[in-house]
């Protein structure tokens, strides 16, 4: 597919902004901002974490209003007009739908009552058309390959699948103008191929669709122009067939000379953590995880691969204390370490990066100081007080290190971009004397140059004799920056490889092979109902 919609060139103008700006305290986040969008287009609005894009999109659907300049959008047969957008009521009857990359769903309602919230439908007397709600929502979930029922409760399904919700209820609202912020995020390929389907059938219809992605090569396959921003200013427009070298140095201001900047070291040190038969039981469908054995040793990055649902996340979680396990043991330094005690694993010396760092890295509505500061805060604390100006002093110097865009420490981490917000995560564990890091999903939903600062971050911790267990959906960054990869299918590990035998191939052909022990690969969890979690 070409990053070029030759059916329709030159469609009606739905959207203009006009030098938008914003301001919060301390920042601006928005300096000027110029932006179209055509009907019948996928206009790409591309930029590193802290931007500016998430503003932009909250402007046009009425969560923040700017400072200055203009907001147009089509009011068709007279042409653009200017508007106040407001609420999300007005951009709703201004037909701008906006799918944002934090989910904005109840989990206590239905999937039918999510996907029509405020607006379900009535009958004579006013009451909820049960009937009738069903069949629209079972219109709409087939529409996005969904096959979950409109009254599963939205707090069962998995992450993948509520975003397909996400995806459902802004069809529903049938927008001319569509918002798409990160939405391939937390999707299989199996989804973000059915994604991309919808996208080009809205794109042929005239919608215009602006699409928000840290993932370049989708810029290509489904892109017509792009927008760059850089620091709150819209640096460039181009179109969507540029190199993506040349994107890159757009958005970072800078050339990045190597996506994968792994410096391997001559010898690993002696193994920090070792994991021997580690098991926990789940359901008669079969374990969760069986038999685990690894090593990581100090100076090397252990790459851990597989699907959706193999059981990756839940080993980590284990190791760290988080959850318990029912056999096994898990040694630091050669020291057993007490299962299900977070607190003992972190005077071992492992720290944790979990995959949502919203719901379990940061203290949301606490400052980046206290957020920095907590995995250490024994440390900072004399007699019953806490030292703040210690804390304060180490906090910055961390932010600093990790180029954290803030206005202060002050700063609610809930205020941050999602690159930011990751750096706050990985940085408590900096300030902790961490000497394992387990990083789980660590660059999901964050820009390219923020990626690469954290690869570098990953070569610093282990030149200096620390080590890294790496968990990622993202294949080539396994590839690129692990020293071994640990290949899980099914609860159990399948093999091993050195990074000279690790290719695309060679981990999908352990990951796809049932493990000893069940030959007909009947054992699976809901998760891995998602499907195939590589791309």
Known sequence: MTGVNDDVPGGRELLRVEGVTKSFPGVRALDGVDLSLRGGEVHVLLGENGAGKSTLIKMLSGAHRPDAGRILVDGAP?????????????AERLRIATIYQEFNLVPGLTVAENLFLGRQPRTALGLIDRKALRARATQLLARVGLDVSPDTPVAELGIARRQM????????????????????????????????????????????????????????????????????????????????????RLMV???????????????????????????????????????????????????????????RTEVVRAVFGVDRYDAGTVEVDGEPLAGGDVRAAMRAGLGLVPEDRKGQGLVLDASLQDNLTLARLDRDTRGGLVDRGAQRREAAAVAERLRVRMSGLAQPARTLSGGNQQKIVIGKWLLADTRLLI???????????????????V?????????????????????????????????????????????????????????????????????????????
């Open 78 to 90: 007279h042409g653009l007009r200017e508007v106040q957008i407001r609420s999300a009521r007005d």
């Open 165 to 248: 919700v996400e995806i459902a209820k802004a069809l529903g609202l049938d927008a001319g103008v569509l918002i798409m912020d990160e939405p391939t995020a937390v999707l299989t390929s199996e989804e973000v191929d059915t994604l991309f389907t919808i996208v080009r059938e809205l794109r042929d219809a005239g919608v215009g669709i602006l699409f928000i992605t840290h993932h370049l090569e989708e810029i290509g396959a489904l892109g017509d122009r792009v927008t760059v921003l850089r620091d709150g200013r819209s640096v460039a427009e181009v179109p969507a067939s540029t190199d993506q070298d040349e994107l890159i």
């Open 253 to 311: 201001g800078r050339d990045i000379a190597e996506q994968y900047p792994r410096v391997r070291p001559d010898e690993p040190g002696a193994p920090l953590l070792r994991v021997r038969g580690l098991t926990r039981h789940g359901t008669t469908a079969g374990p969760v995880f069986e038999g685990i054995d690894f090593e990581v040793r100090a100076g090397e990055v252990v790459g851990l691969a597989g699907l959706v649902g193999a059981g």
């Open 439 to 457: 990083l789980d999903e660590p660059t999901r939903g964050i820009d390219v140059g923020a990626k690469v600062e954290i690869y570098q971050l």
């Open 459 to 535: 070569n610093e911790l282990t030149a200096a004799g620390r080590a890294v267990l790496m968990i990622s959906s993202d294949l080539p960054e396994v590839l690129g920056m692990s020293d071994r990869v640990l290949v899980m299918s099914q609860g159990r590990l399948a093999g091993e490889l050195p990074a000279e035998e690790a290719t695309q191939d060679a981990v999908m052909e352990l990951a796809l092979r049932p493990p000893h022990g069940t030959p007909d690969g009947n054992h699976t969890n809901e998760s891995a109902m998602e499907g195939s979690d590589v791309r």
